[in-house]
């Protein structure tokens, strides 16, 4: 049984490969408002997220309810409802407890599309809820063809949904982008260009506008690709390169909500008493390097009748003190009524590039001074209104200090003779008040720099060559830099075919183009090839990425911030031909694609043969195979070879694959289904605790080391908490709601059965189908341990949402924070868990009787 989960894990990822082809199908559309073409990706990521990628990750759970309907005839056997159900528990409760864990103490991972999240997570739960309703109270333990029917509408309603709270329709619309998308509309654009000159000046160029926007976000690792390179790590397959991309999970300070305020303690008896908290008034700040300084905000929370002091002190992160700024530490001190006090910090400008940097400001040692008598000398630092009335300030830490905060009522300021307070004591009567910090302890800081390397645009974002049959013509592409020449700067460029094919039609090598510091354009030579051409004109992309030394690209042309599009069209010399000229030429165009196709099939097979698909032969720094990778890898060669023979997603754009990987995965689902049936017997366990434990634990295992590796290489927690939810829904509405509308549609519309009259005209609890020997016949869905188990899921359900949830508000995320969290969350969730199988497995056996062969 593990043997054919592995075969399955294999051939899923192969399907998940064709679906990333199918999802990242382009399309080319002419503007009328700006008359020009632009290049769009034709699926919405969150709806391919509910759809090919849910039924990619889940194919097995689904394919397993649908042939099974068909292989018992329509009537509901096996252990496919069970599988969903318990694929459903172990995916929220095991994985994203393993997630939890799987962060660094003291790192967080939220979920940032909560509006998507929010409408997935509550289908999540309906979607079981809903099962309860109709198995056992609007008609018990059978299912009408409405109640399939609208089962199997809740997917496309939910996609709809999900697609909506992705648009802003349900609120949370104005979320900062990272950059300009198709995602958002010339609204949001000027909404956020607005609040950005207003917070950081009315002279603002757009590439600093763009640079503002991409400090918030990078794009993040597909899905398909996080569960392609888990599967292949488990098997011995060629490695997957996702790299971890750097975190910036704060907003501008300008953009930042306002910080929750944690209830000021009520304590008794002798316990302290924390009157009042200190926190910084945004957790992210961001300034030019040339600004000269960077005004940060303290506000106090609580009672504001006290005088009170907190320590600052800067951290380097990517900034470093005296290179990039000026290094600060000293007490700011809060008079009576005072709620926020502002201290500045230095920053360096200096003439060479760099990209933005980061540095931090941590709050510490909270005290109150009401009742300090102080002696005080040295020389104090005093800022008139809010300014902050900063004791001791120092430039930078010293040797001797290590850049400690002071503790106690010993007031020694380090680092800084001229600066000291002698002593303070304490005599306050009572149970002791004290001073604390807020969520917001430590500020980050980025500088983005101001020396322009310049934004990198094609000449021209068109071009149409006319070319002789009989003669290869060369063309030059230019590459312009605008808006600043600072630095060295390079580009890669790279070519994609479309009704034209590379070296057919024209020749070009992927490269990289150096901009030397002043350098203002340069370009490479382009070969249209001579190709016998009829009244036909074909069509190729060159496409600019990845820009490095602080360059970008020009957000307006075609393709966006991300890359630059120039879409080449080849057309011929000569006149119009016929219609049958044009469809030979295009037969004979299709045919060299087809020859491309057949290269990449040939490396599917080296691929399959080779430990790590034969990496370390291709790549001087690929790593050597380990042991586990040899054993792995011998031991699934089989599956590999078999799953060879399905065609590249060269063809068809993917949807070739796509078909043939799904007819795979039907095959091995089917050998699975009679394994997993041949082992219950095996081991005396009756088919449901069958399906929600080995079958559900073995289809879902390559999603966990999926969503474990998205948790740690993704700077939020879309891509591991945020798929769950969305896969659970999707299992029912498509996986049961499919199945159970084709079956109840079969049986309102079939003809009397013996085999029915015998399973059920005199079955117990079936009273709502008529007396026995008068029933109408109906597609039975026993609710029984099913329904049980189900409600048992939907009781768990509830309480894991409601702990991320608890997270989200107290922990500042879903995944990761403090240890005690996270083992205590993990643990809650693994407990919930035992308990489902626990109760589902007691429920099972009571009804089979107890166990027995």
Known sequence: ??????????????????????????????????????TFELWNPTVSNLTLMALGSSAPEILLNVIDIFAKEFFLEGLGPGTIVGSAAFNLQIIIAVCIIAIPTGQIRYIKEMTVYKVTAVASIFAYVWLVIILMLISPNVVEPWEGIITFLFFPILVLGAWAADKGYFGGGG???????????????????????????????????????????EKPTSRAAYRIGATRAMFGGKRVKTRPRASLTSKFSFMAAKPKIAPIAVVEDDKPIEVCRFSWSAGHYVVFENAGKVKLQVKRDGDASH?????????????????????????????????????????????????????????SNPQLMDDMHLSCTGKFSAHSNNSANVVGSAPAADENTGGTAPEGNSLQVPGNSDAQVASATVTSGGPKRVAGLGQRKQAQVTIVDDDDAGILSFEKSEALYSTPATKDVTYPVTIRRSSGGCGEISVHYRFEGDSAVKGRDFEGQDGVLVLHHGQMEAGFLLTIKAVPRYDVVDVFRIILEDPHGGATLDGSKDGGPDKNIMTVSIEAECGSKDRIDKVKSLLHAKWDKSQVGHANWASQFKSALFVNGGEEEDEDDAEPPSVFDYVSHYFTVPWKLLFAFVPPVDYCGGWVTFVCALLMIGFVTMIIGDMAGLLGCVLCLPVDITAITFVALGTSLPDTFASKTAAEQDPYADASVGNVTGSNCVNV????????????????????????????????????????????????????????????????????????????????????????????????????WLVYIGASAAQSISEAGGLSC
Request: aromatic letters at 12%; glycine letters at 10%.
């Open 307 to 363: 005088r009170a002091r907190v320590w600052y002190e800067t951290k380097d992160g990517t900034a470093l003190q005296g290179e990039d700024y000026k290094a600060a530490r000293g007490w700011i001190e809060f008079l009576e009524g005072d709620l926020e006090k502002t201290i500045d910090i230095e920053i360096i400008d200096d003439k060479a590039y760099e990209d933005n940097e980061d540095f931090y400001v941590d709050l």
């Open 175 to 217: 979320e900062v982008k990272a950059s300009f998308n198709a995602d958002m509309t010339p609204q949001e654009i000027l909404e956020l260009e607005g609040k950005l000159r207003q917070k950081h000046g009315e002279n603002l160029t757009h590439e600093q506008l763009l640079r503002l926007m991409e400090a918030l976000a």
């Open 1 to 38: 049984l593990f043997y054919c989960f592995a075969g399955v894990a294999i051939i899923a990822d192969v399907f998940m490969a064709g679906i990333e082809k199918v999802t990242s199908k382009k399309m080319r559309l002419f503007d009328k408002k700006k008359h020009r073409f632009y």
């Open 733 to 832: 509405f498509l996986g049961l709601g499919l199945p159970w509308m084709i079956a109840s549609l079969h049986w309102s519309i079939q003809g009397r059965s013996e085999e029915w009259n015998k399973r059920y005209q005199f079955a117990d609890d079936l009273d709502w189908l008529g007396p026995p020997g008068m029933r109408e016949q109906a597609f039975v869905v026993m609710a029984g341990s099913l329904g049980f188990s189900v409600a048992v899921f939907s009781g768990t359900a509830v309480v894991a949402i409601g702990i991320l949830a608890l997270r989200r508000k107290f922990v500042g995320g879903e995944l990761g924070g403090p240890a005690g969290w996270k083992w205590c969350s993990a643990g809650t969730l693994t407990l919930l």
